[in-house]
T-cell receptor, first 115, second 113 residues
Framework: AQKITQTQPGMFVQEKEAVTLDCTYDTSDPSYGLFWYKQPSSGEMIFLIYQGSYDQQNATEGRYSLNFQKARKSANLVISASQLGDSAMYFCAMREVSSGSRLTFGEGTQLTVNP | DVKVTQSSRYLVKRTGEKVFLECVQDMDHENMFWYRQDPGLGLRLIYFSYDVKMKEKGDIPEGYSVSREKKERFSLILESASTNQTSMYLC????????????FGPGTRLTVL
């Protein structure tokens, strides 16, 4: 079974609007971490935001926020006030305590921001 | 800021050649990782290293080996390159401080002809 599922292969958003990228995960570990990365066309993976399974509040980093719904096992990324430079591939990833330091990645969502 | 560098952004090699991909991090991280990324398959872990001279196989180690002689450097070796190893290779290092995040290098696009 897929541990990380990103159901949106592609998403489009108008500049200055907000967009939500979906991520659901599957784990039986009580302790885990969830990450979002951005990969522009240049190829490097840029860390955006982290949510720990025991964190009480949703993580925020500037225009990025993580909508963490533990019971539903979802960790959606919200980008507010989209910019043209946000056009990229976005990956959700999970680290489970049982897997040590390994990350499991989803297949990604290609976001295009239209002017 | 964390800095992870990879020796080449683009590399073209011939079938059967021995290929070295180098990764260097400047943050004194213990853990380092090599992934390959292919369309439709996402990122897959090839090898990782917990510390100097330590290595663990990831999900797809066949055809690859690694070397970690110094803490800051983690090398991926393709003993005899094949066309199915044409891919994007990403190196990462991991911090134990704060959010336990993996930080990635810029990637190497390897083409094997």
């Amino acid at each position: 079974a897929q541990k990380i599922t990103q159901t949106q292969p592609g998403m489009f958003v108008q500049e200055k609007e907000a967009v939500t990228l979906d991520c659901t995960y599957d784990t039986s570990d009580p302790s885990y971490g969830l990450f979002w990365y951005k990969q522009p066309s240049s190829g490097e993976m840029i860390f955006l935001i982290y949510q720990g399974s025991y964190d009480q509040q949703n993580a925020t980093e500037g225009r990025y926020s993580l909508n963490f719904q533990k019971a539903r096992k979802s960790a959606n990324l919200v980008i507010s006030a989209s910019q043209l430079g946000d056009s990229a591939m976005y990956f959700c990833a999970m680290r489970e305590v049982s897997s040590g330091s390994r990350l499991t990645f989803g297949e990604g969502t290609q976001l295009t921001v239209n002017p | 800021d964390v800095k992870v560098t990879q020796s080449s952004r683009y590399l073209v090699k011939r079938t059967g050649e021995k290929v070295f991909l180098e990764c260097v991090q400047d943050m004194d991280h213990e853990n380092m990782f090599w992934y390959r990324q292919d369309p439709g398959l996402g990122l897959r872990l090839i090898y990782f290293s917990y510390d100097v001279k330590m290595k663990e196989k990831g999900d797809i180690p066949e055809g690859y080996s690694v070397s970690r002689e110094k803490k800051e450097r983690f090398s991926l070796i393709l003993e005899s390159a094949s066309t199915n190893q044409t891919s994007m290779y990403l190196c990462a290092s991991r911090s134990f401080v704060g959010t336990d995040t993996q930080y990635f290098g810029p990637g190497t696009r390897l083409t094997v002809l």
